[in-house]
C-alpha cells in the first residue's frame, strides 16, 4: 500500500501562524514535527497485550465458574420469586454492584470537578 505525501502545513512558531514578515525572524533550530507519521510507543501497545491477555484469562475463569455452578437456586425480589442456576445469580448480582459502583463513582467525580471548576 502506498503512502500519500501529506502537503506542507504554513509556517508556524510556538503555535502562532505567520504574519507578513514574520517568516524572516523564525529561528531555524524549530522544526515540524506534525510530518512525520506517528507510530504508538511500544509501552502503549505492551500495556494493550497485557490488558488483552488478564481479559481473556478473566474470561476463561468466568466460563468455569458458569459451568461448575449449574445447580438452581430460588431467588425472590421485590415479592417475585425465581428458579435461576447459581452462576447466573452470582453474576447478575455482581453486574448490579457494578452498576451502582459505576453510579456512585460518576456522581462523585462530576462534583469534584465542579468544585474544581468553581474554584472552591
Known sequence: ????????????????????????????????????????????????????????????ALIVFVLQNTQPVLVSFLGMQGSVPLAVALLIAGAGVAIIALVVGTIRVSRSRRRAHRGG
Open 1 to 60: 500500500m502506498a503512502t500519500v505525501p501529506t502537503p506542507p502545513l504554513p509556517s508556524a512558531t510556538n503555535g502562532n501562524p505567520s504574519r507578513p514578515g514574520h517568516d524572516a525572524v523564525r529561528p531555524e533550530h524549530i522544526h515540524r514535527t506534525s510530518t512525520h507519521t506517528v507510530k504508538p510507543s511500544r509501552a502503549r501497545v505492551g500495556g494493550v497485550w497485557f490488558g488483552s491477555c488478564v481479559a481473556a484469562l478473566m474470561l476463561a
